[in-house]
């Protein structure tokens, strides 16, 4: 029967064989090896011996992962929410009947084309503490700029507001999600007399928490894995006093940096349970204040 099968459908697995000899070898083949490599001394250039949970019991004495995990949950716990609210503002405004809404559209989408690196040399350019267009703009008006990204209660949350100023392909997906909505719901809506803020409040937002949800869980996996612009920003240092070092960006530097492969195996291992923990406890939750059209 099997045999039968394999030859019926023996021009389907030809062509699938690439895709799957993919998914074995650079997919399911490091990921199955990771998990042992986390219980190992492995270094990249000598094998290393199994060590069982010694990786584990040093990252729970490890400063610098400590820091490096609240730097990443202040980090998530401040932008997702931010990235949410600003780019449903956003889609609200653009998704209006304006004269020339499409222009408007494109500019707040660009930031998202920007390549990273010419991102970090930008902001590093407008929020320097003495040369920085921003703090002289600030200085015009008599104020005077904090030192922002040298700054160490200043670091993360200029980090956040750069980050913001890339939410364009956020607040596409929500102004996709706002046209979704039926007109029968205002329509009905405004044959009892309601005004904005109440279709806003009990039409908008309830139909837009299936959008709202998708871009919850899609942030915070991101936010947990922030590494690219803090890195370009800081040159991997995560300076000043270490207020940058993100958990990817450490998990990075035991990696390939001190050849610790064995540790940041198991720091992966550790941040993918920390995700999946909190993808869970969002989906849950999500029973009771996702709404969809219909329901």
Same mark, same amino acid.
Not at 272 to 291: N, P, Q
């Given at each position: 029967?099997?045999?039968?099968?394999?030859?019926?459908?023996?021009?389907?697995?030809?062509?699938?064989?690439?895709? $799957?000899?993919?998914?074995?070898?650079?997919?399911?083949?490091?990921?199955?090896?990771?998990?042992?490599?986390?219980?190992?001394?492995?270094? /990249?250039?000598?094998?290393?011996?199994?060590?069982?949970?010694?990786?584990?019991?040093?990252?729970?004495?490890?400063?610098?992962?400590?820091?490096?995990?609240?730097?990443?949950?202040?980090?998530?716990?401040?932008?997702?929410?931010?990235? /949410?609210?600003?780019?449903?503002?956003?889609?609200?405004?653009?998704?209006?009947?304006?004269?020339?809404? +499409?222009?408007?559209?494109?500019?707040?989408?660009?930031?998202?084309?920007?390549?990273?690196?010419?991102?970090? $040399?930008?902001? +590093?350019?407008?929020?320097?503490?003495?040369?920085?267009?921003?703090?002289?703009?600030?200085?015009?008006?008599?104020?005077?700029?904090?030192?922002?990204?040298?700054?160490?209660?200043?670091?993360?949350?200029?980090?956040?507001?750069?980050?913001?100023?890339?939410?364009?392909? $956020?607040?596409? $997906?929500?102004?996709?999600?706002?046209? +979704?909505?039926?007109?029968?719901?205002?329509?009905?809506?405004?044959?009892?007399?309601?005004?904005?803020?109440?279709?806003?409040?009990? /039409?908008?937002?309830?139909?837009?928490?299936?959008? /709202?949800?998708?871009?919850?869980?899609?942030?915070?996996?991101?936010?947990?894995?922030?590494?690219?612009?803090?890195?370009?920003?800081?040159?991997?240092?995560?300076?000043?006093?270490?207020?940058?070092?993100?958990?990817?960006?450490?998990?990075?530097?035991?990696?390939?940096?001190?050849?610790?492969?064995?540790?940041?195996?198991?720091?992966?291992?550790?941040?993918?349970?920390? +995700?999946?923990?909190?993808?869970?406890?969002?989906?849950?939750?999500?029973?009771?204040?996702?709404?969809?059209?219909?329901?």
């Amino acid at each position: 029967m099997m045999t039968r099968f394999l030859k019926k459908n023996a021009a389907g697995w030809l062509f699938a064989s690439p895709w $799957i000899a993919g998914l074995l070898i650079f997919y399911l083949y490091p990921l199955l090896s990771s998990i042992y490599l986390s219980f190992t001394s492995y270094s /990249i250039l000598k094998p290393g011996n199994f060590v069982g949970l010694q990786n584990y019991r040093q990252l729970m004495a490890d400063k610098v992962f400590w820091q490096s995990v609240a730097n990443t949950l202040y980090f998530a716990a401040a932008f997702v929410p931010l990235s /949410i609210v600003s780019s449903l503002i956003l889609a609200l405004l653009l998704n209006m009947n304006i004269k020339g809404r +499409t222009i408007y559209r494109t500019l707040f989408f660009l930031p998202t084309l920007v390549p990273l690196i010419a991102k970090a $040399i930008i902001w +590093t350019w407008l929020l320097h503490p003495q040369y920085g267009a921003v703090n002289n703009v600030l200085a015009a008006w008599g104020i005077e700029g904090p030192a922002w990204l040298n700054d160490e209660s200043w670091s993360k949350p200029t980090l956040v507001l750069i980050e913001l100023w890339s939410v364009g392909q $956020i607040m596409t $997906i929500l102004l996709a999600g706002l046209q +979704t909505i039926s007109r029968d719901y205002y329509e009905a809506a405004e044959v009892d007399g309601a005004r904005w803020h109440r279709k806003l409040w009990h /039409i908008t937002l309830p139909l837009m928490t299936p959008v /709202i949800f998708y871009n919850l869980v899609m942030g915070i996996v991101g936010a947990l894995q922030v590494f690219s612009l803090p890195y370009s920003l800081t040159g991997g240092s995560g300076s000043p006093s270490r207020s940058l070092v993100f958990y990817v960006m450490y998990l990075y530097d035991n990696g390939f940096l001190y050849l610790k492969m064995g540790y940041a195996s198991a720091m992966a291992w550790i941040l993918f349970v920390i +995700t999946l923990l909190l993808t869970i406890v969002i989906t849950v939750s999500s029973r009771k204040w996702v709404h969809y059209q219909g329901d």
